[in-house]
């Protein structure tokens, strides 16, 4: 008699799963998949992009999970508040909060919403998706907690090139370096949208990693927001001035060898690209 | 028997009407319309004459009017700050401070939203949680900070700046960058920072805090640093910023609850209520004769309420819809509108 109950249950709990996402705590992108401008992680005028950017103008924007909406700043700020109009942030139950900056808040929002309910529409500018983990004073990588986006083509690897003093080489097979220390800069890391996002860059050299760059989290610290690789990173250390991916500091000695420049995007698929080097 | 029986009854009433029934004082308040004038930028400094300035701002614009209230100059912008000695205008090229007369004090490659608190001059990315103290007096970046989640109180004087968390976090932080202060109230089921202010010698800090209970906090600062000296819950669970600030040379502090102003009254921590229709946005005191003026916004009405030192009604009426702000000089209220600056003589007679 037990088992039949419990065999009951199955099929009900399936049904709470397909019609009522939102009551079992579902996660939904809070826009169109396909809107993404930016990463997490990415460059944006000297700082980390704190989660992912859309360009959706005047689409509906949702929420990402249900939840209880703690702050609203909109045009409607008393006087003498702190700037920063159009911004909702949501508090989830397992322990997240969402930011959604730079939306148009729909006029009857309510304090509690479920999962894909409606906020506000995007505004005429980008809008920012974040996720903070409240309990670990992290931001958080959006990409890790939503439906993965399988259908998007891979990361492609753009312009690598090599740096010492005022030498600044594009890189290319058989190429020849003299032996020291060496930046290489890898270009368009973050394409414009239309591919997968990478979460991961690693280089090596005569197979051995020599640097790696994971964007998951980013947290305060004494020199400001750095990103945890998981060792705390600043955005100097990871961006030129110019805002490209670079690794400082490469130790090229003599010899013969392949430099090979490894990418893994958010569906976990690795692209690489590798380079015959001659250090002599 | 009789006689000092009507004497001893006399002498009662007498000491009722002395003491219960109100006596003209002989002084009377006496508000009079000043002057009216039309806001218009002018984007740059016209007629300025060396003097005193005062600044005025009414949504994305701001400027300067001279002692007679006449307007100097008169800028336009979505980000901007103003204070009466100093402008600040982020452009596409950075943020330019200027004097009052146009001159430019400093240029400074940032795009960032410059915001003014009590002459202090502060820049904040929200998009970036960079918050910025700058010399007004130079452009010089005083100190620098960046912070997870989002600023949602920012008070500065006496050379500490108060900075309130979305996450629940308080900062007092000194114009060298040093922290002063870090506390988290806590206590309320969602932590969060909505509502906070410094007393004018920066040795009190007022907090609104939390959602489920939403709380009044008062941090003084004792030998050992600073302490929480009373709290208690508002009944409120607002969950936007929330207007606080120290009245009446620190006595009193006002914040605002739904659909009234909460006084609390730091000699006895006495909780009042003053009825006033509406959000509260703006107040003056010590205007004169220990008077306290507030404004209300409602839906479609601006409401100006003016109290006496005791909290009684002296005063209320509805201002122009448009009216943005109220602003103190000498015995002057200055109603700013979007369009007009409205300038009110108050006296004694």
């Not at chain 2, 029934?21 to 009216?36: A, H, K, M, N, V």
């Amino acid at each position: 008699m037990k088992m039949s109950c419990r065999i009951c249950l199955v099929p009900f709990i399936l049904l709470q799963l397909t019609f009522f996402p939102a009551a079992v705590g579902a996660r939904e992108w809070p826009d169109k998949s396909v809107n993404v401008q930016e990463p997490f992680g990415a460059a944006q005028s000297g700082h980390f992009n704190r989660g992912l950017s859309f360009s959706s103008e005047g689409q509906r924007i949702s929420a990402w999970s249900s939840g209880e909406v703690i702050w609203i700043a909109d045009t409607g700020n008393p006087p003498g508040s702190v700037p920063g109009e159009g911004l909702i942030v949501l508090e989830h139950s397992d322990g997240f909060r969402s930011s959604y900056r730079g939306i148009e808040r729909r006029p009857d929002l309510k304090y509690h919403v479920s999962g894909g309910e409606w906020l506000g529409y995007a505004g005429n500018d980008v809008w920012i998706f974040e996720i903070t983990d409240v309990e670990r004073s992290r931001i958080v990588d959006p990409i890790s907690l939503l439906p993965s986006r399988n259908d998007m083509p891979p990361v492609s690897i753009g312009q690598v090139e090599m740096m010492r003093g005022s030498d600044r080489l594009d890189i290319r097979d058989g190429m020849q370096l003299t032996p020291g220390r060496w930046i290489i800069i890898v270009n368009e890391v973050y394409s414009d949208g239309s591919r997968a996002i990478p979460v991961e860059i690693s280089l090596f050299w005569v197979g051995e990693r020599i640097g790696s760059l994971r964007f998951d989290a980013m947290a305060e610290s004494d020199e400001g927001i750095v990103m945890e690789i998981p060792d705390p990173r600043s955005y100097d250390f990871i961006y030129n001035p110019d805002g490209q991916v670079w690794f400082r500091d490469v130790l090229l000695n003599a010899g013969k060898g392949t430099l090979e420049l490894r990418l893994r995007d958010e569906t976990g698929r690795v692209v690489s690209g590798s380079w015959s080097l001659s250090v002599r | 028997m009789k006689q000092r029986g009507v004497f001893l009854i006399g002498l009662i009433l007498i000491s009722v009407y002395y003491f219960l029934f109100p006596r003209g004082s002989g002084r009377e308040l006496i508000i009079t319309p000043d002057s009216l004038t039309s806001l218009e930028p002018t984007e740059s400094s016209t007629g300025f004459l060396p003097g005193r300035t005062l600044a005025i701002s009414s949504g994305s614009r701001a400027g300067f009017v001279n002692d007679d209230h006449e307007l100097i100059s008169f800028y336009s912008s979505d980000k901007m700050a103003v204070d009466d000695h100093w402008l600040a205008v982020s452009g596409v090229g950075g943020l330019d401070l200027l004097e009052p007369d146009g001159r430019l004090i400093a240029r400074i490659p940032d795009s960032s939203f410059p915001v003014s608190r009590n002459g202090n001059l502060y820049l904040y990315r929200d998009d970036a949680g960079v918050l910025l103290k700058i010399d007004p007096t130079s452009g010089r970046i005083m100190w620098r900070m960046e912070y997870i989640s989002p600023v949602t109180v920012l008070d500065g004087r006496q050379g500490r700046t108060l900075v309130g968390l979305l996450d629940g976090r308080v900062q007092l932080i000194d114009d060298s960058g040093k922290l002063l202060l870090g506390y988290s109230p806590g206590g309320s089921r969602v932590e969060a920072i909505y509502g906070g202010a410094l007393s004018s010698n920066g040795s009190k800090i007022a907090l609104i805090s939390g959602l489920e209970p939403q709380r009044f906090i008062l941090l003084e600062e004792r030998k050992n640093g600073f302490r929480p000296v009373a709290h208690h819950n508002t009944k409120t669970n607002f969950r936007r910023s929330v207007p606080i600030g120290f009245v009446r040379d620190d006595r009193q502090i006002l914040y605002e609850s739904d659909g009234f102003v909460t006084a609390v009254n730091l000699n006895g921590y006495v909780i009042q209520t003053i009825e006033l229709s509406g959000r509260l946005v703006g107040w003056l005191d010590n205007l004169m004769t220990d008077t306290l003026i507030l404004l209300g916004r409602e839906k479609d009405d601006v409401i100006v309420k003016i109290l006496s030192r005791h909290d009684l009604t002296l005063f209320e009426s509805r201002l122009p819809i448009d009216t943005t702000g109220i602003l103190r000089d000498r015995n002057y209220a200055l109603v700013i509108g979007s369009d007009n600056l409205g300038v009110l003589e108050f006296s004694v007679q």
